[in-house]
């Protein structure tokens, strides 16, 4: 019923073909300049295949909501929603279920896409969604406290104490809370010390020495040197974001979102004042960015495969995605597109592409939302002084293991 | 009168029915299910009977042992504190005269407060940089203002919140329990006592709380089998953090059924609290049984 003003739009673009047509339906974000833009590009779409009619369905913005709908849609094998729009972290789970379409069949061309965002679609060597947008975390520092953005760790708490002695109230600030947001941030400092989570072959190898180096060093920069502030144990996205655009820190973790709102003056203490860079990194190391971002895959059960198909190839097209970046700000999935000369980024081109290079999917696993869960409360136990990062991790990775050998994925 | 008895039943099947639809048979459905693995975030593993296994591995988990510990160690705590608070308040209020409905009023209003948002508030109060409670500390001293104490990131300090919020919020329900019961003495006795030259502290010790018994144990009964299935408080004040330092049973089984969708761990969990609270419950109920019974002397 809510999807109705949606549907005309849609409609009104397709004239009096509709009758005939095939209708795939579409749950996607329903507020704002996002709902509108892929509105008007299914406008386009349905100018091209006037056969096809798309029909957007209103779902919450929220990932946890819309990770419970689907799941309760697809666990039931309904053939509606058509189009599913996963998180990165969702695609393996959605595969190894059964519930998502490999998309090899329709002979999906990924060459000029970023390897890392290809990676984290794959389960078993399949394809099993297109990437939409891509999502990387990035080194946010203030440019009239520091040069440059500091290239190891060991430059980044020696900036940060000197921006601290210059009045900033905090050196680095980074989402420390007990949620997936953690992860994210341990991550990126595992990949700068050299270290992963699971390995190539899908051991757990987490509570390996670049693990506990990098948990050391996390704990170390609120507890040491106190660079960063302990109470950032307790903040999400958004209070590092506040601490930073209040002008309260040098350094700040975030994802691309950030940019726009702290460039507001009207909100920002720091509007024009800060850039971006990579995250730091420890010899033996390379940069670690967080990749996030939107994937589009096909329900399993739909009845019109290749009809969903098309609107995959449509939206994920070079046009479609400068567009989501011209508009929406959203960083295009495509490499080639980086070349391009309409890209149009708040952020400059070659800085993202190096981000991009750089992104760090996290493990690509069917049962991830449990295995993240583990982490959380092993690095926040550490974080807090609980445990040793060691001792910590060796937990950790035992009920890791335990998880995915209740889960038949151990690595053989 | 076996054909009363034949009616009485009748009469009584309806009530016995609704019962058994509301009460027993999502107990047993639940029952049922922890014999069974059921993830849905692993659906390849269909739903296959397996027994105890459930419950080995929840008797078996760190996590869940620490999760009881942390639940006893909250109801006791906090229970306690509302026990004595509430006696005490209870005592005032019953000797007042004067604007005795405006201040019943003001004791009540924190229990109608819902426990969300007066968990929020209490997270307001306790942020380590804007919070009121540093800043207070700051002033007195007692705090270096450049580095706060972050409460809900300390294992330990992270229990003062949940525990002051509970019984901020649910002293004024004991309170109002005990009042209700000091009532009910009849004012003879405290005259006879004190006729008898009984102070006050030996007619609060010989005759209130000897009388004020069965009003007590309906408070702790009700307070403690809350208490125990603390849930909403926590799940907003430290999401069972930091690490998992607060986490009670009730927050570790709503993990295991709706982070990780492991439904058959998850209810074997549920099937545990529910024990633990079952027999919690009988006992108070045979306490209770004998104190409401024994006639008062």
Same mark, same amino acid.
């Given at each position: ?412 | ?82 026990? +004595? #608070?509430?006696?005490? /308040?209870? &005592? =005032? *209020? ?12 003001? $004791? ?102 000897? +009388? #004020?018994?069965?009003? /007590?144990? &309906? =408070? *702790? ?12 408080? $926590? ?63």
């Amino acid at each position: 019923m809510r999807a109705t003003p949606y549907v005309l739009l849609v409609a009104l673009g397709c004239g009096g073909q509709r009758a005939e047509g095939i209708v795939v339906t579409f749950p996607a974000s329903a507020v704002g300049r996002e709902a509108e833009l892929l509105a008007a590009q299914l406008r386009r779409f349905s100018r091209l295949h006037p056969e096809i009619t798309v029909e957007l369905r209103r779902t919450p913005d929220a990932a946890d909501q819309r990770h419970q709908l689907y799941v309760q849609w697809l666990n039931a094998r309904a053939a509606d929603p058509d189009i599913l729009q996963l998180d990165v972290t969702w695609t393996a789970e959605f595969a190894a279920a059964g519930w998502i379409l490999p998309l090899e069949r329709f002979a999906a061309d990924v060459t000029d896409f970023f390897p890392a965002t290809v990676r984290a679609n794959r389960w078993r060597g399949e394809l099993f969604a297109l990437p939409w947008f891509a999502d990387v975390g990035m080194l946010y520092y203030r440019t009239d406290l520091v040069a440059r953005a500091p290239a190891t760790f060991a430059e980044l708490v020696e900036l940060a104490e000197r921006g601290r002695g210059a009045g900033a109230r905090f050196g680095f600030v980074w989402q420390g809370a007990r949620y997936e947001g953690l992860v994210c941030v341990f991550l990126e400092h595992l990949a700068g010390f050299g270290g992963e989570i699971l390995d190539g072959e899908g051991r757990v190898v987490v509570d390996a020495a670049p693990g506990i180096r990098a948990l050391t060093f996390m704990r170390d920069a609120i507890h040491g040197s106190g660079v960063v502030p302990e109470a950032a144990l307790n903040w999400q996205e958004e209070q590092t974001r506040y601490a930073f655009q209040n002008g309260e820190a040098v350094f700040l973790r975030n994802w691309p979102y950030a940019w726009p709102l702290m460039q507001d003056a009207a909100k920002s203490r720091v509007a024009g004042r800060f850039a971006v860079g990579l995250l730091p990194s420890a010899p033996g190391g390379s940069a670690g960015a967080a990749l996030g971002g939107s994937q589009l895959a096909i329900n399993a059960n739909t009845e019109h495969p290749e009809a969903a198909w098309r609107v995959l190839r449509f939206l994920t097209a070079p046009e479609q995605m400068l567009e989501r970046a011209a508009v929406l700000g959203q960083f295009p999935p495509r490499v080639s597109l980086y070349e391009h000369p309409e890209l149009a980024l708040p952020i400059p081109a070659g800085q993202v592409r190096a981000l991009i290079e750089h992104a760090t999917p996290r493990p690509v696993s069917p049962v991830w939302a449990e295995l993240s869960e583990i982490l959380q409360v092993g690095l926040h136990r550490a974080l807090t002084r609980q445990a040793e990062p060691e001792d910590a991790l060796s937990r950790a990775a035992a009920d890791l293991r335990a998880t995915l050998e209740r889960a038949g994925l151990s690595a053989r | 009168v076996r054909d009363e008895t034949r009616i009485a039943w009748l009469f009584m099947l309806p009530a016995l029915g609704a019962v058994g639809l509301i009460a027993l048979f999502p107990l047993g459905w639940t029952a049922w299910e922890s014999l069974h693995v059921h993830d849905l975030r692993m659906p390849w593993r269909g739903r296959p009977f397996v027994g105890l296994a459930n419950y080995r591995e929840a008797l078996g988990s760190g996590r869940f042992w620490a999760a009881l510990g942390h639940t006893l160690f909250f109801t006791v705590t906090s229970v306690g504190i509302e026990l +004595l #608070l509430g006696l005490f /308040l209870a &005592v =005032a *209020l019953h000797r007042t005269s004067r604007a005795r409905g405006l201040l019943r009023t003001a $004791v009540l209003l924190p229990w109608a407060i819902p426990t969300v948002v007066a968990a929020l508030l209490w997270s307001f109060m306790f942020d380590s940089h804007a919070g009121v409670v540093n800043a207070v500390l700051a002033e007195l001293g007692a705090m270096d203002r450049e580095a706060p104490l972050v409460w809900l990131a300390d294992a330990g300090a992270a229990w003062v919140p949940v525990i002051l919020a509970d019984v901020w919020k649910t002293t004024p329900f004991v309170t109002l329990l005990l009042l209700a019961g000091l009532q009910n003495i009849d004012r003879a006795l405290y005259e006879a006592a004190s006729s008898d030259g009984a102070g006050a502290l030996q007619q609060l010790w010989h005759v209130t709380l000897p +009388l #004020l018994k069965p009003a /007590l144990l &309906v =408070a *702790l009964v009700f307070r403690t089998l809350d208490a125990f299935r603390v849930f909403d408080l $926590v799940f907003v004040l430290t999401r069972g953090g930091p690490g998992t330092a607060t986490e009670p049973i009730a927050l570790y089984t709503f993990t295991a059924l709706l982070n990780n969708l492991r439904f058959g761990y998850g209810s074997a969990l549920a099937m545990l609290l529910f024990l633990v609270t079952f027999v919690l419950a009988v006992l108070y109920l045979r306490i209770l049984g004998a104190g409401v019974g024994g006639s008062p002397r």
